[in-house]
Nanobody
Framework: QVQLVESGGGLVQPGGSLRLSCAAS????????VAWYRQAPGKQRELVARLGSLGSIYYASSVKGRCTISRDNARNMVYLEMDDLKPEDTAVYYC?????????????WGQGTQVTVSA
């Protein structure tokens, strides 16, 4: 059974930093792409950053230069480092592991971790 568990969220002041972690289990992690999404109250879920299985990286324009996505395939971990946090970064952040190939098409989500940026 595939399980994704996020951690590292919390309350941080504007300008502060956080490191979100996502632990994956029950999945052949290295063959999948990974991503972080976020959903603020009253808004649609949006892509924050994506890291492909071969290393391609995408960042949303709203976080580019302030966030770094990374993965540790040996530990089945995904990370999102966030710096210079702004109140508009307040949201629930979700880890996403996905991919498709011959004989499979998978899309897994964690339960989310709350990030609140406030003075």
């Amino acid at each position: 059974q595939v399980q994704l568990v996020e951690s590292g969220g919390g309350l941080v002041q504007p300008g502060g930093s956080l490191r979100l972690s996502c632990a994956a289990s029950g999945v052949t992690f290295s063959i999948y792409s990974v991503a972080w999404y976020r959903q603020a109250p009253g808004k649609q879920r949006e892509l924050v950053a994506r890291l492909g299985s071969l290393g391609s990286i995408y960042y949303a324009s709203s976080v580019k230069g302030r966030c770094t996505i990374s993965r540790d395939n040996a530990r089945n971990m995904v990370y999102l480092e966030m710096d210079d946090l702004k109140p508009e970064d307040t949201a629930v952040y979700y880890c996403n592991v996905f991919g498709h190939g011959q004989g499979y098409s998978d899309d897994y989500w964690g339960q989310g971790t709350q990030v609140t940026v406030s003075a």
